[in-house]
């Protein structure tokens, strides 16, 4: 028999982590607006935060210390909340804090378990966007005019964190060899990936079928008049994961790319058995602690590649590689049950397989 607790959702918790919870089928309540955390804390009920509640998990921490409820923290951005994490990881006494991702997540927390719920490589991994790259490998035609495409815009008046200075400094150094874009600014393509998405509900029944990639939809158009694209991820100063579809868009599409990851993500894309060439110059970036240090080695590479045809080649090689690994079939449910059967102590779906063997 399966203990079956009842937990509570934080107002907090998006409505696609619930939707995510009810298909393994869990039916957990939504916290009424007449009750507070605290209360729900002194009344030693369970409780389910989102990442942006860390600072009342601190506020609280003497009650939860002292309390039975169990705690989980559902989280998307580690990176941006490690530090938070951090603190919460040093207050918290009897493990009664879980941690459940929506994607790979390490765990860096010695007082804190931290599970996931899927990988933002499945997040990519829609069956109809396979069916267009294939039919665009088919027919494709290719056309060389630039050596990279690099889709990170730069915006006047950006701010001088460390992530901007190094697409500044690439577009410095290997701006001829970018194939020209035409300047939109990020409202309008948001404006146009709405107006698309609303289409794409309304016309197939409320289902996205490119929705895993997000604002990186795949640009066939883009794609046939480059070698190469050039992918700054979004975070490198963590040691957290974090992959996004500007790493998955040219995996997906059998691309070659040259990434700039921090070691966290180098480390996951090899645990998940995908090839980063060439092999030294990863193992140099996994090895950097500073991104001004890594975008140099990554410029070093990419002036190398416009002189080497064997460096073209084993970049081509690998892009087929690892296009044929992200398409290999993959199960969400495989992905999903580990992590929160960890979480919670039980997953309903066990039951199906009991259910089974009495029919």
Request: charged share 25%; aromatic share 12%.
């Amino acid at each position: 028999m399966y203990s079956n607790e009842i937990y509570y959702y934080s107002n907090n918790v998006p409505k696609y982590f619930k939707t995510d919870l009810a298909r393994f089928g869990y039916k957990f309540l939504d916290l009424e607006s007449t009750f507070s955390q605290v209360n729900l804390i002194e009344k030693n009920l369970n409780l389910i935060w989102n990442e942006n509640e860390i600072k009342k998990l601190i506020d609280n921490i003497d009650i939860i210390n002292n309390s039975k409820q169990k705690n989980v923290l559902v989280i998307s951005h580690p990176f941006l909340y490690h530090q938070q994490i951090l603190t919460l990881n040093n207050l918290i006494k009897n493990n009664n804090i879980v941690i459940l991702s929506t994607q790979e997540i390490k765990n860096l927390y010695s007082n804190i378990k931290c599970y996931a719920i899927t990988s933002s490589e499945l997040w990519c991994h829609h069956d109809f966007i396979y069916y267009l790259i294939k039919k665009w490998h088919k027919n494709r035609k290719p056309k060389e005019d630039a050596l990279f495409l690099f889709l990170t815009a730069l915006k006047n008046g950006m701010t001088a964190d460390q992530r901007s200075e190094a697409i500044k400094e690439i577009y410095e150094k290997v701006g001829d060899d970018i194939l020209p874009l035409s300047i939109e600014t990020a409202k309008s393509l948001h404006e146009k990936r709405n107006e698309f998405n609303m289409w794409m509900e309304g016309t197939f029944n409320k289902s996205n079928m490119l929705g895993g990639f997000g604002n990186g939809t795949p640009r066939f158009d883009l794609y046939d008049k480059v070698f190469a694209e050039i992918v700054i991820e979004t975070v490198y100063y963590t040691p957290t994961i974090h992959l996004t579809e500007k790493t998955w868009r040219p995996i997906a599409c059998g691309i070659p790319c040259i990434l700039l990851l921090n070691s966290a993500n180098i480390e996951q894309l090899r645990l998940l058995g995908y090839d980063l060439y060439p092999k030294v110059l990863y193992d140099e970036l996994s090895g950097c602690t500073e991104i001004k240090q890594a975008s140099q080695l990554l410029l070093d590479f990419s002036i190398k590649l416009k002189k080497d045809d064997t460096l073209r080649i084993g970049l081509k090689e690998t892009a087929i590689k690892n296009y044929k690994k992200f398409w290999e079939v993959k199960s969400y449910w495989e992905a999903g049950i580990e992590g929160v059967r960890n979480t919670f102590g039980f997953c309903p779906t066990d039951q199906i397989e009991e259910k089974l063997k009495k029919i």
